[in-house]
């Protein structure tokens, strides 16, 4: 099993920066491909970025690209989230999620989430 937990979340302003983390457990961290999404409130949760198990590859959604970056740790079972030059509409709850060796873009894909924090963005 694998657990996840968030951190890094809080309130910022529009054109600022934060970085988000994911730490999981266990010795198998090495063998999951790790995902970022988000959900705001009335609407459904969606993409944002994900990265491979040795992170040797990304992939991002079009409204972060250029502006977000993902990576990993796997001497610390931690994902990352940099976050630049952020907007009100990036306003949502992050999620990281884990998937058993390959990457993924869809939510069904993803079988671990953590609990979520919050970013809040204001104008």
């Known amino acids: 099993q694998v657990q996840l937990v968030e951190s890094g979340g809080g309130l910022v302003q529009a054109g600022g920066s934060l970085r988000l983390s994911c730490a999981a457990s266990?010795?198998?961290?090495?063998?999951?491909?790790m995902g970022w999404f988000r959900q705001a409130p009335g609407k459904e949760r969606e993409f944002v970025g994900a990265i491979t198990r040795n992170g040797g590859s990304t992939y991002y959604a079009d409204s972060v690209k250029g502006r977000f970056t993902i990576s990993r740790d796997n001497a610390k079972n931690t994902v990352y989230l940099q976050m630049n030059n952020l907007k009100p509409e990036d306003t949502a709850i992050y999620y990281c999620?884990?998937?058993?060796?390959?990457?993924?873009?869809?939510?069904?894909?993803?079988?671990?989430w953590g609990p979520g924090t919050q970013v809040t963005v204001s104008s």
């Open positions: 999620a884990a998937r058993l060796l390959t990457i993924a873009t869809m939510i069904d894909m993803y079988d671990y």
């Open positions: 266990g010795r198998t961290f090495s063998d999951y491909a």
